[in-house]
Protein backbone atom coordinates (compact mmCIF):
# COMPACT_ATOMS: atom_id res chain seq x y z
CA UNK A 1 0.00 0.00 0.00
CA UNK A 2 0.88 3.46 -0.67
CA UNK A 3 1.56 5.89 2.48
CA UNK A 4 0.44 8.95 2.96
CA UNK A 5 2.84 11.64 4.39
CA UNK A 6 1.52 14.84 6.94
CA UNK A 7 3.65 17.57 8.51
CA UNK A 8 4.10 16.63 12.06
CA UNK A 9 2.85 19.79 13.23
CA UNK A 10 2.06 23.38 12.32
CA UNK A 11 1.04 26.79 13.97
CA UNK A 12 -0.50 29.87 13.19
CA UNK A 13 -2.39 32.67 15.04
CA UNK A 14 -6.23 33.28 15.57
CA UNK A 15 -7.50 34.97 11.95
CA UNK A 16 -4.94 33.61 10.13
CA UNK A 17 -4.72 31.11 7.18
CA UNK A 18 -3.14 27.63 7.51
CA UNK A 19 -1.98 24.80 5.08
CA UNK A 20 -1.87 20.96 6.06
CA UNK A 21 0.05 18.96 2.76
CA UNK A 22 -0.46 15.35 2.78
CA UNK A 23 1.53 13.70 0.13
CA UNK A 24 0.80 10.16 -1.50
CA UNK A 25 3.85 8.31 -2.02
CA UNK A 26 3.18 6.18 -5.31
CA UNK A 27 0.30 6.00 -7.39
CA UNK A 28 -1.63 9.43 -8.17
CA UNK A 29 -3.27 11.27 -5.71
CA UNK A 30 -6.36 11.35 -7.83
CA UNK A 31 -6.91 8.05 -8.09
CA UNK A 32 -8.97 7.92 -5.07
CA UNK A 33 -10.90 10.25 -2.72
CA UNK A 34 -8.87 11.82 -0.06
CA UNK A 35 -10.98 12.75 3.35
CA UNK A 36 -9.98 14.90 6.28
CA UNK A 37 -10.67 14.39 9.90
CA UNK A 38 -10.64 16.58 13.08
CA UNK A 39 -9.77 15.06 16.19
CA UNK A 40 -9.71 17.16 19.26
CA UNK A 41 -7.87 16.00 22.58
CA UNK A 42 -9.56 13.21 24.34
CA UNK A 43 -12.27 13.22 21.47
CA UNK A 44 -12.90 10.82 18.30
CA UNK A 45 -12.30 12.08 15.10
CA UNK A 46 -14.65 13.82 13.16
CA UNK A 47 -15.13 14.34 9.08
CA UNK A 48 -14.20 17.80 8.11
CA UNK A 49 -13.73 16.92 4.42
CA UNK A 50 -14.46 14.11 2.19
CA UNK A 51 -14.28 13.25 -1.21
CA UNK A 52 -11.38 15.68 -1.55
CA UNK A 53 -13.45 18.59 -1.23
CA UNK A 54 -16.95 18.13 -0.22
CA UNK A 55 -17.40 19.55 3.08
CA UNK A 56 -20.04 17.82 5.59
CA UNK A 57 -23.23 19.69 6.77
CA UNK A 58 -22.17 21.83 9.85
CA UNK A 59 -18.94 22.57 8.68
CA UNK A 60 -17.67 25.84 8.38
CA UNK A 61 -16.72 26.90 4.66
CA UNK A 62 -13.29 28.32 6.93
CA UNK A 63 -12.35 24.33 5.84
CA UNK A 64 -11.83 23.64 2.38
CA UNK A 65 -9.54 20.74 0.63
CA UNK A 66 -8.20 20.43 -2.72
CA UNK A 67 -5.51 17.91 -4.65
CA UNK A 68 -2.67 19.04 -6.47
CA UNK A 69 -1.52 16.21 -9.03
CA UNK A 70 1.69 17.96 -9.71
CA UNK A 71 2.97 17.55 -6.35
CA UNK A 72 0.45 14.27 -6.00
CA UNK A 73 -0.59 15.57 -2.98
CA UNK A 74 -3.77 16.59 -1.21
CA UNK A 75 -3.98 19.77 1.29
CA UNK A 76 -6.72 20.92 4.25
CA UNK A 77 -6.51 24.94 4.29
CA UNK A 78 -8.45 26.66 7.42
CA UNK A 79 -8.66 30.39 7.00
CA UNK A 80 -9.89 32.47 9.72
CA UNK A 81 -8.24 30.35 12.18
CA UNK A 82 -9.82 29.94 15.47
CA UNK A 83 -8.65 28.53 18.78
CA UNK A 84 -11.13 25.64 18.86
CA UNK A 85 -9.70 24.78 15.59
CA UNK A 86 -6.26 23.87 17.80
CA UNK A 87 -7.00 19.60 16.96
CA UNK A 88 -4.91 16.52 15.18
CA UNK A 89 -5.57 16.69 11.62
CA UNK A 90 -5.59 13.12 9.61
CA UNK A 91 -5.92 12.66 5.86
CA UNK A 92 -7.00 9.23 4.47
CA UNK A 93 -7.63 7.94 1.47
CA UNK A 94 -8.65 3.99 -0.35
CA UNK A 95 -6.19 1.50 -0.59
CA UNK A 96 -7.59 -0.40 -4.03
CA UNK A 97 -7.06 -3.43 -2.26
CA UNK A 98 -9.77 -3.17 0.48
CA UNK A 99 -7.60 -1.10 2.44
CA UNK A 100 -7.96 2.12 4.17
CA UNK A 101 -4.51 4.06 4.59
CA UNK A 102 -4.28 7.19 7.12
CA UNK A 103 -1.81 9.96 7.09
CA UNK A 104 0.31 10.24 10.30
CA UNK A 105 -1.48 13.82 11.54
CA UNK A 106 -0.65 17.15 11.62
CA UNK A 107 -0.63 19.07 15.15
CA UNK A 108 -2.48 22.45 14.68
CA UNK A 109 -1.63 24.71 16.88
CA UNK A 110 -3.32 28.32 17.15
CA UNK A 111 -1.51 30.61 18.87
CA UNK B 1 -29.68 10.14 16.21
CA UNK B 2 -26.78 9.09 14.17
CA UNK B 3 -24.95 7.05 16.83
CA UNK B 4 -22.18 4.53 17.51
CA UNK B 5 -21.61 3.19 20.77
CA UNK B 6 -18.72 0.49 21.70
CA UNK B 7 -18.29 -1.30 24.55
CA UNK B 8 -16.00 -4.04 25.79
CA UNK B 9 -12.66 -2.85 26.23
CA UNK B 10 -10.59 -3.28 28.92
CA UNK B 11 -6.88 -4.89 30.62
CA UNK B 12 -6.38 -8.44 29.27
CA UNK B 13 -2.57 -10.37 29.46
CA UNK B 14 -0.96 -11.16 26.03
CA UNK B 15 -2.22 -14.06 24.38
CA UNK B 16 -6.01 -13.72 25.84
CA UNK B 17 -9.07 -12.91 23.79
CA UNK B 18 -11.53 -10.48 23.87
CA UNK B 19 -14.49 -9.30 22.43
CA UNK B 20 -15.50 -5.37 21.30
CA UNK B 21 -19.19 -4.15 20.37
CA UNK B 22 -20.56 -1.74 18.72
CA UNK B 23 -24.40 -0.72 18.95
CA UNK B 24 -25.46 1.38 16.05
CA UNK B 25 -28.70 3.89 16.22
CA UNK B 26 -30.30 6.19 14.27
CA UNK B 27 -30.00 4.73 10.65
CA UNK B 28 -30.88 1.50 8.89
CA UNK B 29 -27.31 -0.41 9.61
CA UNK B 30 -27.56 -3.04 7.39
CA UNK B 31 -27.37 -0.25 4.40
CA UNK B 32 -24.16 0.60 5.51
CA UNK B 33 -20.46 -1.54 5.33
CA UNK B 34 -18.86 -1.21 8.82
CA UNK B 35 -15.14 -0.39 9.70
CA UNK B 36 -12.82 -0.51 12.73
CA UNK B 37 -10.15 1.90 13.50
CA UNK B 38 -7.63 1.90 16.34
CA UNK B 39 -5.53 4.46 17.63
CA UNK B 40 -2.08 3.55 19.76
CA UNK B 41 -1.28 5.84 22.90
CA UNK B 42 0.25 8.99 21.62
CA UNK B 43 0.08 7.73 18.10
CA UNK B 44 -2.09 8.15 14.59
CA UNK B 45 -5.22 6.52 13.32
CA UNK B 46 -4.50 2.79 11.65
CA UNK B 47 -7.68 1.07 9.84
CA UNK B 48 -8.00 -2.33 11.25
CA UNK B 49 -10.85 -4.23 9.27
CA UNK B 50 -13.88 -3.61 7.66
CA UNK B 51 -17.43 -5.80 6.74
CA UNK B 52 -19.70 -5.28 4.53
CA UNK B 53 -23.23 -4.39 4.66
CA UNK B 54 -24.72 -7.75 4.44
CA UNK B 55 -21.35 -9.81 5.94
CA UNK B 56 -20.25 -11.09 2.58
CA UNK B 57 -16.99 -9.80 2.76
CA UNK B 58 -14.35 -9.52 5.18
CA UNK B 59 -10.61 -7.13 5.05
CA UNK B 60 -7.84 -6.62 7.43
CA UNK B 61 -5.11 -4.86 7.91
CA UNK B 62 -1.90 -7.70 7.71
CA UNK B 63 -1.08 -7.00 11.45
CA UNK B 64 -4.17 -8.57 12.74
CA UNK B 65 -4.99 -11.32 9.97
CA UNK B 66 -5.90 -14.44 11.12
CA UNK B 67 -5.62 -12.92 14.98
CA UNK B 68 -8.84 -10.62 15.09
CA UNK B 69 -12.18 -11.39 13.50
CA UNK B 70 -14.78 -8.46 12.62
CA UNK B 71 -18.57 -9.72 12.60
CA UNK B 72 -21.79 -8.18 12.94
CA UNK B 73 -25.40 -9.15 13.35
CA UNK B 74 -27.82 -7.04 11.80
CA UNK B 75 -30.80 -8.14 13.65
CA UNK B 76 -29.04 -6.55 16.89
CA UNK B 77 -27.78 -3.41 14.58
CA UNK B 78 -24.38 -4.69 16.33
CA UNK B 79 -21.41 -4.78 15.07
CA UNK B 80 -18.04 -6.79 16.73
CA UNK B 81 -14.19 -7.66 16.94
CA UNK B 82 -13.22 -10.53 18.63
CA UNK B 83 -9.24 -10.39 19.29
CA UNK B 84 -7.58 -13.78 19.81
CA UNK B 85 -4.10 -14.07 20.94
CA UNK B 86 -3.97 -10.19 21.74
CA UNK B 87 -0.17 -8.84 21.86
CA UNK B 88 1.06 -5.88 23.87
CA UNK B 89 0.97 -3.65 20.42
CA UNK B 90 -2.41 -4.16 20.12
CA UNK B 91 -3.06 -1.71 23.32
CA UNK B 92 -5.11 1.10 21.84
CA UNK B 93 -8.25 2.96 22.07
CA UNK B 94 -10.78 1.16 19.38
CA UNK B 95 -12.87 3.07 17.10
CA UNK B 96 -16.07 1.82 15.18
CA UNK B 97 -16.74 4.12 12.11
CA UNK B 98 -19.66 3.85 9.45
CA UNK B 99 -18.66 4.09 5.95
CA UNK B 100 -20.26 6.91 4.58
CA UNK B 101 -20.13 9.73 1.81
CA UNK B 102 -18.50 6.86 -0.67
CA UNK B 103 -16.38 3.23 -0.30
CA UNK B 104 -13.85 5.80 0.47
CA UNK B 105 -14.43 7.21 3.45
CA UNK B 106 -15.97 7.32 7.53
CA UNK B 107 -18.76 9.64 8.54
CA UNK B 108 -19.46 8.55 11.96
CA UNK B 109 -17.12 7.37 14.20
CA UNK B 110 -18.26 5.82 17.89
CA UNK B 111 -16.50 7.60 20.55
CA UNK B 112 -13.98 4.62 21.41
CA UNK B 113 -12.97 1.92 23.78
CA UNK B 114 -9.75 1.35 25.35
CA UNK B 115 -8.03 -2.20 24.74
CA UNK B 116 -4.92 -2.52 26.99
CA UNK B 117 -2.85 -5.91 26.79
CA UNK B 118 -0.48 -6.05 29.72
CA UNK B 119 0.73 -8.80 31.86
Known amino acids: NFMLTQPHSVSESPGKTVTISCTRD????????VQWYQQRPGSSPTTVIYEDDQRPSGVPDRFSGSIDSSSNSASLTISGLKTEDEADYYC??????????FGGGTKLTVL | QVQLMESGGGVVQPGRSLRLSCVASGFSFNNYGMHWVRQAPGKGLEWVAVIWSDGSNKYYTDSVKGRFTISRDNSKNTLYLQFNSLRVEDTAVYYCARAGYSHDAFDIWGQGTVVTVSS
Open chain 1, 26 to 33: SGTIASNY
Open chain 1, 92 to 101: QSYASNNHWV
